[in-house]
C-alpha cells in the first residue's frame, strides 16, 4: 500500500496525547515536591529549568525558521534525483548529507525517501538517509533535543552518530547482497 | 559555547532568508511566517516536557537509576537502556522527557544516549504509521533490522571517546 499523497493529518498540533501523559505526570511529580520539599525546593526546581527552558529559545526559533527557508528554498524532487542518480560510498554520504539537511517531520521525510527509490537509489542510499535524518538531523536536534539537554550534551551526542548513517547504508547494502531483501533495481550502469 | 552556537544559527538564518529575499518578497514572507508559526506551535509540548523532566528527574529513586543506569553500569545499563528506549510509546516528548529526567537523576551519558538512539530509531508506532504506508515494506523492515546494532555502537563509542 503505497502512496505518494501526503496525508491529510497536520502535522502541527500544539498539543497531543503525549504531552498531556507528560503533563500528567510532572503534575503530579510537582505536587509530591511541594508537598514532601516544601515550596522552596518546588520554586527552586522550577526556576532552574525555566532558565534552560529560556536560553533555548532563540536556538529553537533559529531551527524553526532555518527549517522552514530550507523547505521552501530546497525543492525535493532535487534532492531525490540527485540522491538516486548517485552509488556507491558517495551515493550513501550525500544521502546521509541530505538527511541532517533536511528538515520536517514523519510526515514529510518518508514520501522523500520513497521518491529516493523511484529516482533509482539503492536500498542502502534510503537506510542511510532515513537514520541520518533520525540521529542527526538538525531539526529535530535544535528544536527537541538543546532543550531538554543542554547544548554540549547534544553537539557530542551528534560527533559521536556520525559515522552511524553510513554505517547502516553499508549494513543494508550487506543484506541485499546477502538476498535479505530483494532490490529492485537490478543493474547499475 | 552556548554563544558561539547562536551566534552560527543565526548567522544560517540570515543567510538563508537573504537568499530567500533575493528571489522575491514573497518567499521571504512565507519562510518567515511558516518559522515563526511552527514556534509557537512547539512551544507549549517543549515547555511542558523540559520543565516537567526537571520534576519528574527530582521524584525519580536517584539509589536505583544509578545502580541500573548510572556510569558504573556498562554494558548491563545499555542493554537496559536500549529495551526502555525500544518500548517507550508516544512522541517526542515522552522520549525526551523520559531521557533528560534520566540524565538529571543519575542515569550514565552512555546509557542515555543508548535509550534516545533507541527511541529514536525502533519506535514500533512510528515504523506502523508513518514508514510502513510511506515506502515498500522491504526497505521499512530493512531500515529496522540494519538499526538494532546502532544503539549499542552509539554507547560504546560514548564511553571510548568519552565526554570532552
Given at each position: 500500500?503505497?502512496?505518494?499523497?501526503?496525508?491529510?493529518?497536520?502535522?502541527?498540533?500544539?498539543?497531543?496525547?503525549?504531552?498531556?501523559?507528560?503533563?500528567?505526570?510532572?503534575?503530579?511529580?510537582?505536587?509530591?515536591?511541594?508537598?514532601?520539599?516544601g515550596?522552596?525546593?518546588?520554586l527552586?526546581?522550577?526556576?532552574?529549568?525555566?532558565?534552560?527552558?529560556?536560553?533555548?529559545?532563540?536556538?529553537?526559533?533559529?531551527?524553526?525558521?532555518?527549517?522552514?527557508?530550507?523547505?521552501?528554498?530546497?525543492?525535493?524532487?532535487?534532492?531525490?534525483?540527485?540522491?538516486?542518480?548517485?552509488?556507491?560510498?558517495?551515493?550513501?554520504?550525500?544521502a546521509?548529507?541530505?538527511?541532517v539537511?533536511?528538515?520536517?517531520?514523519?510526515?514529510?521525510?518518508y514520501?522523500?525517501?520513497?521518491?529516493?527509490?523511484?529516482m533509482?537509489?539503492?536500498?542502502?542510499?534510503?537506510?542511510?538517509?532515513?537514520?541520518?535524518?533520525?540521529?542527526?538531523?538538525?531539526?529535530?536536534?535544535?528544536?527537541?533535543?538543546?532543550?531538554?539537554?543542554?547544548?554540549?550534551?547534544?553537539?557530542?551526542?551528534?560527533?559521536?552518530?556520525l559515522?552511524?548513517?553510513?554505517?547502516?547504508?553499508?549494513?543494508?547494502?550487506?543484506?541485499?547482497?546477502a538476498?535479505?531483501?530483494?532490490d529492485?533495481?537490478?543493474?547499475?550502469? | 559555547?552556548?554563544?558561539?552556537?547562536?551566534?552560527?544559527?543565526?548567522?544560517v538564518?540570515?543567510?538563508?532568508?537573504?537568499?530567500?529575499?533575493?528571489?522575491?518578497?514573497?518567499?521571504?514572507?512565507?519562510?518567515?511566517?511558516?518559522?515563526?508559526?511552527?514556534?509557537?506551535?512547539?512551544?507549549?509540548?517543549?515547555?511542558?516536557?523540559?520543565?516537567?523532566?526537571?520534576?519528574?528527574?527530582?521524584?525519580?529513586?536517584?539509589?536505583?537509576?544509578?545502580?541500573w543506569?548510572?556510569?558504573?553500569?556498562?554494558?548491563?545499563?545499555?542493554?537496559?537502556?536500549?529495551?526502555?528506549?525500544?518500548?517507550?510509546?508516544?512522541?517526542?516528548?515522552?522520549?525526551?522527557?523520559?531521557?533528560?529526567?534520566?540524565?538529571?537523576?543519575g542515569?550514565?551519558?552512555?546509557?542515555?544516549?543508548?535509550?534516545?538512539?533507541?527511541?529514536?530509531?525502533?519506535?514500533?508506532?512510528?515504523?506502523?504509521m508513518?514508514?510502513?504506508?510511506?515506502?515498500?515494506?522491504?526497505?521499512?523492515?530493512?531500515?529496522?533490522?540494519?538499526?538494532?546494532?546502532l544503539?549499542?555502537?552509539?554507547?560504546v563509542?560514548?564511553?571510548?571517546?568519552?565526554?570532552?
Amino acid at each position: 500500500m503505497s502512496s505518494d499523497v501526503t496525508p491529510k493529518r497536520r502535522r502541527r498540533r500544539a498539543f497531543d496525547w503525549s504531552t498531556a501523559a507528560i503533563a500528567a505526570v510532572s503534575l503530579a511529580a510537582a505536587a509530591m515536591i511541594y508537598w514532601r520539599d516544601g515550596a522552596e525546593q518546588f520554586l527552586a526546581i522550577l526556576g532552574s529549568d525555566l532558565t534552560l527552558f529560556g536560553e533555548m529559545l532563540p536556538k529553537v526559533l533559529a531551527g524553526c525558521l532555518i527549517g522552514a527557508f530550507v523547505t521552501l528554498l530546497l525543492p525535493r524532487e532535487m534532492v531525490a534525483r540527485w540522491v538516486g542518480h548517485e552509488s556507491g560510498l558517495t551515493g550513501l554520504l550525500i544521502a546521509a548529507a541530505f538527511g541532517v539537511i533536511l528538515p520536517g517531520g514523519p510526515i514529510t521525510i518518508y514520501p522523500v525517501a520513497g521518491a529516493f527509490l523511484v529516482m533509482g537509489a539503492d536500498a542502502g542510499a534510503v537506510v542511510a538517509f532515513i537514520v541520518s535524518w533520525t540521529l542527526i538531523g538538525y531539526t529535530r536536534a535544535l528544536v527537541w533535543e538543546l532543550p531538554f539537554f543542554g547544548s554540549e550534551f547534544v553537539l557530542w551526542r551528534i560527533v559521536e552518530a556520525l559515522p552511524l548513517p553510513i554505517l547502516a547504508g553499508l549494513l543494508a547494502r550487506i543484506a541485499v547482497r546477502a538476498g535479505f531483501a530483494h532490490d529492485h533495481k537490478q543493474d547499475k550502469s | 559555547m552556548t554563544l558561539a552556537i547562536n551566534v552560527l544559527l543565526w548567522l544560517v538564518v540570515a543567510i538563508l532568508a537573504f537568499v530567500a529575499a533575493s528571489r522575491g518578497r514573497i518567499l521571504l514572507n512565507s519562510g518567515a511566517r511558516d518559522g515563526v508559526i511552527e514556534f509557537f506551535m512547539l512551544l507549549p509540548r517543549i515547555g511542558i516536557g523540559v520543565i516537567g523532566s526537571g520534576f519528574i528527574a527530582e521524584v525519580l529513586p536517584k539509589e536505583l537509576i544509578g545502580a541500573w543506569l548510572g556510569p558504573e553500569s556498562g554494558l548491563t545499563g545499555v542493554v537496559i537502556a536500549t529495551l526502555g528506549g525500544a518500548l517507550t510509546p508516544g512522541g517526542p516528548v515522552v522520549g525526551f522527557s523520559i531521557g533528560a529526567a534520566a540524565l538529571k537523576s543519575g542515569a550514565g551519558a552512555p546509557q542515555v544516549i543508548a535509550y534516545s538512539t533507541a527511541w529514536a530509531l525502533y519506535a514500533i508506532h512510528r515504523l506502523v504509521m508513518w514508514e510502513v504506508p510511506m515506502m515498500p515494506a522491504r526497505i521499512v523492515w530493512l531500515r529496522a533490522a540494519v538499526s538494532l546494532p546502532l544503539p549499542f555502537i552509539a554507547a560504546v563509542m560514548a564511553m571510548l571517546v568519552g565526554k570532552p
